[in-house]
């Protein structure tokens, strides 16, 4: 019996020399394995030493080793707590997750094509496709009056078109189809209707006539009788709304045939305007059309017209939109005047875009009165706004003040502005002596030579024209050449210039 224990404390030490290689190159936890040798060592430590030493001694040396042995598991043991805690830091992307969302759902799912074994669909891109990106797309069908939905294509495929195939006649599928990223699956687009899975010769299609593509505009009273052709085979189903709702019968009739639909009112009002949509579906396939309607009439007359100023001929005035615009948007004003004395009302302003103006123009000394009507698609108001206080043209007094003008004096003593210049001439050949002169009076011209007067002599002819005086001598011979000289005489002085004349 006291050999029993030896064979098991011989067990345990090949196990302590097979973890020293592990533990060898970790020396540095030295203090660990003083923590961690209780649980196991704690009870087979005690009972070696009861039992080996009366039968083996020699096993001693061989048991010394065995603490070692236990503490290097216990070294073990305690580094791989650090790896154990070395996951924690995974959990750090977890902020990212708010960030990569799902894509939002496909959009304008339609069935292009329906065969007797196959639905065509068709889809627009989705507005949202995420951070990671699109995948691609999911399409699943369930029949009508199960919810069991299967997906029909394995892998997510990009394009946005895609053929149900296999599929059995008659059945009733719905369908519906998901966006795919690595942020996960969208909100699913479904189509409205079932899909009843048999041949359509023909899809249906609506001919909205080129006038009726943008806002088709009648007046109240007026009758509206409209026909939109379409096409489709086996015969579409027609259907209209208004606003989300069916049409009220008692206002809207509607006729439909295989070929077309027809829309009458009888007498419009304004409450028949609005957006009327038009479907014609075929087993599933549909088509729609947006038909808008505005029905109008002549607007209010403007409010609160007021004479705002008068000042010599002109009248500025002012006025507010009308409260009621007739369902049409306002164009512009026109604006009226009424002398007092004939009471004839003139147009003085057209198109008058502002709800103030200033009129010109006016005659002075009348009386004026005023109005001015609101303007839309429809024409004008039947009423116009009418100023309440009237407005004269006042007569201002004037003086005829003729203007004062200082006399000047005129008086001047003669001044020449040009003198005579020296002169050289041929003999034989007649010359010309110039100078000019101003004064007031006009001053007497004495043309002299040598200082001695020349008088009435047929061989000089002296002229003075607007201050320009001249002396010509005829055909003059060395005789004539001398020292001219000009003297210009008036009462309040004189003046004089001379040259010389040489002949040769």
Not at 415 to 435: A, E, I, M, N
Not at 480 to 500: F, H, M, Q, W
């Amino acid at each position: 019996p006291a050999t029993a224990p030896a064979p098991a404390a011989k067990k345990k030490e090949p196990a302590a020399k097979k973890k020293e290689p592990a533990a060898a190159p970790k020396e540095e936890p030295a203090a660990a394995p003083k923590e961690e040798p209780a649980p196991a060592p704690a009870a087979e430590e005690p009972q070696a030493p009861e039992h080996p030493p009366p039968t083996e001694q020699p096993t001693a040396p061989a048991e010394e080793p065995a603490p070692k042995a236990e503490e290097t598991p216990a070294s073990e043991e305690s580094p791989p707590a650090p790896p154990a805690e070395a996951p924690a830091p995974a959990p750090e992307p977890e902020p990212e997750k708010p960030k990569a969302e799902p894509p939002s759902s496909p959009l304008s799912l339609a069935v292009e094509e329906v065969t007797e074994k196959s639905i065509k669909l068709t889809w627009k891109a989705p507005e949202q496709t995420g951070h990671s990106g699109l995948d691609g797309y999911v399409v699943e069908i369930c029949k009508d009056g199960s919810t069991d939905w299967r997906a029909v294509n394995e892998e997510p495929f990009v394009s946005t078109r895609y053929t149900i195939q296999n599929l059995s006649s008659g059945e009733k599928i719905h369908v519906r189809v998901k966006a795919v990223s690595a942020s996960g699956a969208s909100a699913p687009a479904t189509l409205e209707q079932p899909v009843l899975i048999k041949e359509i010769l023909q899809l249906p299609k609506i001919r909205m006539p080129r006038h009726l593509r943008q806002t088709y505009v009648r007046r109240v009273g007026d009758a509206v009788n409209l026909m939109i052709p379409f096409q489709g085979k086996p015969q579409p189903e027609v259907t209209w709304i208004k606003g989300g709702q069916p049409l009220d019968t008692s206002r809207v009739n509607i006729r439909n045939t295989d070929r077309d639909t027809i829309f009458y009112i009888r007498n419009a009002q304004r409450n028949d305007s609005g957006k009327y949509e038009l479907t014609v579906r075929v087993h599933g396939a549909e088509d729609k059309a947006i038909l808008d309607i505005q029905v109008i009439e002549p607007p209010g007359p403007p409010e609160n017209l007021k004479l705002v100023d008068v000042w010599g001929f002109n009248v500025a005035l002012e006025w507010g939109p009308p409260s009621d615009n007739g369902n049409s948007d306002i164009k512009g004003y026109i604006v009226q005047k009424s002398d007092k004395k004939s009471g004839k009302w003139f147009t003085a302003l057209e198109h008058c875009s502002r709800t103030s103006c200033t009129i010109s123009d006016l005659i002075i000394g009348n009386t004026y009165s005023f109005r001015v009507f609101a303007e839309n698609a429809c024409g004008l108001s039947e009423k116009a706004a009418v100023v309440s206080d009237a407005a004269h043209i006042k007569k201002t007094k004037t003086t005829y003040q003729p203007e004062k003008i200082p006399q000047r004096d005129m008086m001047e003593p003669p001044k020449f502005t040009q003198p005579l210049t020296d002169r050289t001439t041929t003999r034989g050949y007649s010359t010309h002596l110039f100078c000019s002169v101003r004064g007031f009076p006009q001053p007497k011209i004495i043309w002299m030579k040598n200082q001695m007067e020349i008088r009435e002599d047929p061989k000089y002819i002296a002229m003075i024209e607007q201050g320009v005086c001249s002396l010509e001598i005829r055909k003059p011979s060395p005789f004539d050449g001398g020292i001219y000289t000009c003297k210009a005489v008036n009462p309040l002085g004189e003046a004089s210039v001379d040259c010389r004349l040489d002949v040769k």
